[in-house]
DNA sequence: TTTGATACTAACTTTTTTGTATGTACTTGT
DNA sequence: ACAAGTACATACAAAAAAGTTAGTATCAAA
């Protein structure tokens, strides 16, 4: 009864050895990864700390409408993930950076050609929306 | 009192007419896009239909755990958005074909890129998180 | 002395998403 | 007669995500 079928898709793009299917699987924990870079909080963050360090009021600023309980929740997230580093400077009032791992600039490069693609391509989709109403 | 100051990113990979920005404003229409490819049957279906085209059943099975409501809203919202073309054959029993549309398949090659990356470097993370607890 | 800036946390509520259970329509097989 | 397979819809419940409000600590400036 366990659900570990996997079947091959063959698209040639992930190397053999893999063969995906774990993500197809329910608890494969790609999924939760996936979900802390893809929620609009995430995204937004780290897109915008692929220009560079950043501080915490600095991010609350530009992702616009981010309240501080989600700015923290979040950045604590990728953080944990290894996507994220949290550099605190011990002065007061307090000084946190966050900047992009190495890991988090290769995920956020691949998040940014999607937003890209979907930013470039959202005329054509909002005209075929209007068009099948 | 309006949010659409738009801090430039220069990340240099998005044309400069852009100038990315729209998707960090709250209620720019890219951010339902994205999220319904991004969600969990989205991004599955997605991918699966990568690999041909496939009827509304198979999909059933390939998605694990996939309920006929979540499957059923799932392909609607992507068929919707230009991504998936629905094709019914009027026979007893019905019998409905899902696959790609070009635009699908261009979203779908790049977030295939995004869980193949994920999947890929999944050890390693998993790693750096055990590690720091 | 009160306010403001910094970077948070904690309790709680609202909203959104997801899932479950059931029903529909039509035909073939038993 | 009745279950099975097909591709859905609809009402409802549960779970998860997001948002709100208030509070913490410390110092400096007004």
Redo the contacts with the bound molecule.
């Keep these: 009864m366990e659900n570990n079928s996997q079947t091959k898709l063959s698209t040639g793009s992930i190397s053999k050895a893999i063969e995906r299917g774990m993500v197809f699987s329910?608890k494969c924990p790609s999924r939760?990864i996936f979900?802390h870079v893809t929620?609009?909080?995430?995204l937004l963050a780290l897109v915008a700390l692929l220009g560079g360090t950043l501080?915490?009021?600095?991010?609350?600023r530009k992702l616009q409408?981010?309240?501080?309980?989600?700015?923290?929740?979040?950045?604590?997230t990728l953080e944990q993930d290894g996507f994220i580093i949290?550099t605190?400077y011990p002065v007061?009032?307090?000084?946190?950076?966050?900047s992009l791992s190495e890991m988090g600039k290769e995920i956020a490069i691949r998040m940014e050609t999607l937003v890209d693609w979907i930013e470039i391509n959202l005329p054509n989709i909002m005209k075929y929306k209007s068009k099948i109403q």
């Design positions: 329910d939760e979900k929620n609009k909080w995430g501080r915490y009021s600095d991010l609350r409408g981010v309240s501080e309980k989600m700015l923290s929740q979040t950045l604590q949290r605190a007061i009032p307090p000084h946190v950076e966050y």
